[in-house]
């Protein structure tokens, strides 16, 4: 930790600042197996994002690999051919919208995370006796971020569910009956094409892992969360965030709705296949489609409840000093302002006293110590959240009712 070692102030200033850039570069997107290897590979620089060269590479080793076999092989668009690669929406869904968010998901969560960390090393939230553990916390962090052990489980994770996956589309009484660019049939036996053993061994795989990688460090992300909440913090009951000062934790909760919203868009796929091959309604699927929505807002806001109990305190805390000071100045008030022998003159006093104006300030501290919020995260926020992710599934209404129809709706709507 960096200590300041004079007290001439623009020497403080300076200290303070480089420790600040410090905690700023933190990313939570970087590290790990893969993050080593494109440094090594020079595909990516350090402290850089290329996003747009990560994204071409990702869609040049799926997707357009895909689309070449699936050629090679008569399977692009054949009308022999049950479920083509160009009238598959699962992998046009999987490569080039779910993995270019995932890619890009770094320029969004590493920020609002790093500004999470930031504010509770400087802030003051947390004492000075107690910067030793929370740089700990920081530290554990950091280091599970960068885990190659994590990086090997995933890999084997993801190519153990596609390969349970295989073929991985329709109900198994059906899919010796008809072809698809995945797999070829005669009617008795089934024979994966090049186009499919590539998508079970590189691309499903490939896609998986940028997922999962995600969804690790958004469970090291909470883990962080347990271990700053079992620091005693200083809240300040008067803050006017109505949360002693913990609201920017919402920022943090709330970045990962990026990664939450790609597994949406990939459901969402899921969902559209079902719709479109097998039949369902989207009346049959709205249980899949809240339930997900639900259970990720559950998933970014319930780790906010491990600082309720620190905040109720706070505020009970708060109330009771506030009170017993609220006492005090009113006693005080009333005997200065309110008593029977007073002098008439000592009304001109009241136009210019401090006391009246002390009084209004402490009224108005003690409504924010009574308002204060048992949860840093607001209502309206939650919503929000809820919004987004079901952003992903509104196009499926277009698959039931044609674009025309919900246009004219809308048209006589606004007529």
């Not at 197996?33 to 869609?59: G, P, W």
Request: with cysteine; aromatic share 10%.
């Amino acid at each position: 930790m960096c200590q300041t070692v004079s007290r001439h102030p623009l020497i403080t200033i300076d200290i303070a600042m480089s420790n600040t850039t410090a905690v700023q570069s933190f990313k939570l997107s970087t590290g790990g197996l893969f993050y080593t290897l494109l440094l090594k590979a020079r595909i990516i620089e350090e402290d850089k994002y290329h996003a747009r060269r990560l994204i071409l590479l990702f869609i040049g080793i799926t997707w357009l690999i895909l689309l070449i076999l699936s050629a090679i092989e008569g399977g692009l668009y054949e009308a022999g051919v049950g479920i083509s690669f160009l009238t598959d929406i699962n992998p046009h869904v999987r490569y080039l919208i779910v993995a270019p968010i995932l890619l890009m998901a770094g320029q969004i969560i590493d920020p609002l995370v790093a500004g999470v960390i930031q504010h509770l090393k400087t802030s003051g939230l947390i004492p000075n006796n107690n910067h030793a553990e929370y740089s700990t916390a920081v530290d554990n962090l950091a280091r599970r971020r960068d885990s190659t052990g994590a990086d090997i489980v995933i890999i084997i994770f993801a190519l153990g569910v596609s390969w349970l996956a295989l073929p991985g589309y329709g109900e198994t009484t059906e899919l010796g009956k008809v072809s698809t660019w995945l797999w070829t049939t005669d009617g008795k036996s089934l024979s994966v094409t090049p186009a499919g053993w590539w998508y079970i061994l590189v691309a499903a795989p490939l896609s998986q892992v940028l997922l999962y990688r995600w969804f690790w460090r958004f469970l090291i992300w909470i883990g962080f969360l347990y271990r700053v909440s079992q620091i005693r913090l200083a809240l300040l009951p008067t803050h006017g965030d109505l949360t002693g000062g913990l609201s920017i934790l919402a920022n943090g909760q709330f970045a990962f709705v990026v990664v939450f919203f790609a597994f949406g868009a990939l459901l969402s796929s899921g969902v559209a296949h079902e719709m479109l091959v097998d039949g369902s309604t989207l009346k049959e699927m709205q249980p899949v489609i809240y339930g997900f929505v639900a259970i990720s807002v559950v998933a970014m806001v319930a780790p906010l409840l491990l600082f309720t109990q620190d905040l109720v305190n706070a505020k009970r805390h708060g109330r009771r000093e506030y009170g017993a000071l609220g006492y005090r100045l009113s006693n005080a008030f009333d005997k200065k302002w309110n008593q029977e022998e007073a002098p008439m003159e000592q009304g001109k006093e009241i136009l210019t006293a401090v006391d009246p104006s002390a009084l209004a300030d402490y009224n108005a501290i003690y409504e924010t110590v009574s308002g204060m919020h048992a949860f840093p995260m607001k209502i309206r926020t939650i919503a929000l959240l809820a919004v987004i992710l079901y952003v992903p599934f509104a196009p499926l209404i277009l698959i039931e009712i044609p674009f025309e129809e919900v246009l004219s709706r809308l048209l006589n709507t606004l007529a």
